[in-house]
């Protein structure tokens, strides 16, 4: 099974900070090059939300101020510019292989 | 409208057996693959079952594998989950996902709202 790692489990930013995530997987999620790394937002009592598919994909009405990067085994999500609403938890998932395995999650606080 | 409903769940007690329902509606329910994923109470996302979009495969969590049955009723539009042996570790709110596809990278893009598990005596 491909083991996701994802950090910080928790951070606690301002409104307007630049703010990143990362994950890191076992092995390499990528092959023809295409990234098998999926970036979701779930907000408490709240079922998950795709924000970013195929590692730098931005779901449709996503906002623009998110965005993903990354290859192989390491990759980022980053908010730009934070808002209030962005207060979540995030996961990052790998769709490579079965099982579909998802990182810990990290707890974005706005301070 | 893209939308899947999940039905089905209660309070159940250990060894017992539950079957989880998922309406689809407003996509063409045969194209997809579905899955399930859950979330016990204050803990991340584990991923439990997909089925291909036409049925013919079926892939499992190793924690669920020869307990739970995923399948699909194209017919009804409907996803299952037939749980069986449940355990007190199975208790989480369970999420019906649609696959977004190969162009979209296997995706989860589209879940249901979920539906609670409680397995206790």
């Known amino acids: 099974d491909i083991q996701m790692t994802q950090s910080p489990s928790s951070l606690s930013a301002s409104v307007g900070d630049r703010v990143t995530i990362t994950c890191r997987a076992s092995?390499?999620?990528?092959?023809?090059?295409?990234?098998?790394l999926n970036w979701y937002q779930q907000t408490p009592g709240k079922a998950p939300k795709l924000l970013i598919y195929?590692?730098?994909n931005l779901q449709n009405g996503v906002p623009p101020r998110f965005s993903g990067s990354g290859s192989g085994t390491d990759f980022t999500l980053t908010i730009s510019s934070l808002q209030p609403e962005d207060s979540a938890t995030y996961y990052c998932?790998?769709?490579?292989?079965?099982?579909?395995?998802f990182g810990r999650g990290t707890n974005l606080e706005i301070k | 409208q893209v939308q899947l409903v999940e039905s089905g769940g209660g309070v159940v007690q250990p060894g017992k057996s539950l079957r989880l329902s998922c309406a689809a509606s407003g996509f063409t329910f045969s194209s997809y693959s579905l899955h399930w994923v859950r979330q016990a109470p204050g803990k991340g996302l584990e991923w439990v079952a997909l089925i291909s979009y036409d049925g013919g495969n079926e892939y499992y969590a190793d924690s669920v594998k020869g307990r739970f049955t995923i399948s699909r009723d194209s017919s009804k539009n409907t996803l299952y989950l037939q749980m069986n042996s449940l355990r007190t570790e199975d208790t989480a709110v369970y999420y019906c996902v649609r696959n977004s596809g190969y162009d979209l990278g296997d995706a989860l893009d589209i879940w249901g709202q979920g539906t609670m598990v409680t397995v206790s005596s």
């Open positions: 998932q790998q769709s490579y292989s079965t099982p579909y395995t």
């Open positions: 195929a590692a730098s």
């Open positions: 092995q390499s999620l990528s092959q023809s090059f295409r990234s098998y």
